[in-house]
């Protein structure tokens, strides 16, 4: 607090809590709905005489899709968040860090057995389950690390 119960402005250059991890979110959220969509068609548009782990593939770099929306929510949650008493407040954003961290390397090991799964089966096939794999991959490691590298910073309390 500033004189006379003033609040004081935020300095500049420290954005507040929201900024930041709502732009990380939305792309997490985007690309996450992308890889998801484009692996349901591929299931879908699969000819029927396509190798039945052909599906696993798709499953595993769905699932990285799905880590990778887990991640964004959490990236919405740290936007979101109230700022309460400071302890509570390093808590909350160590626990999306850490949340962040690992829906990173969930990422990591199923779009790697699924593309590992795709060269097995069929060589360099799909392309788009490279793109995708690799999508979800960059994404899930820039989410990881911009929400760990965030300086989490109270916004002034106004009266």
């Known amino acids: 607090m500033g004189q006379a119960g003033q609040a004081r402005p935020a300095r500049d250059g420290v954005r507040s809590i929201s900024s930041a991890p709502r732009a990380i ?7 996450a709905f992308a890889v998801i969509v484009a692996m ?22 769905g699932g990285g899709g799905f880590a990778l929306l887990v991640s964004g929510v959490l ?10 008493t400071p302890a509570r407040d390093l808590e909350f954003f160590a626990g999306i860090r850490r949340g962040a961290l690992a829906m ?11 593309v590992l799964l795709l ?24 989410t990881a690390a911009g929400l760990s590298r965030q300086p989490f910073r109270r916004p002034p309390i106004r009266p």
């Open 75 to 84: 990236a919405v949650f740290a936007g979101s968040r109230t700022p309460t």
């Open 40 to 61: 349901i068609s591929l299931g879908f548009a699969a000819p029927g005489n396509v190798h039945p782990m052909y599906y696993f593939v798709l499953i595993a770099v």
């Open 119 to 142: 060269l097995r089966i069929a060589g360099p096939g799909s392309p788009v389950v490279f793109v995708a794999a690799a999508a979800t991959w960059v994404c899930a490691i820039v």
């Open 104 to 114: 990173a390397i969930v990422v990591t090991v199923v779009d790697a057995l699924g």
């Open 25 to 31: 979110a939305a792309v997490s959220i985007v690309v």
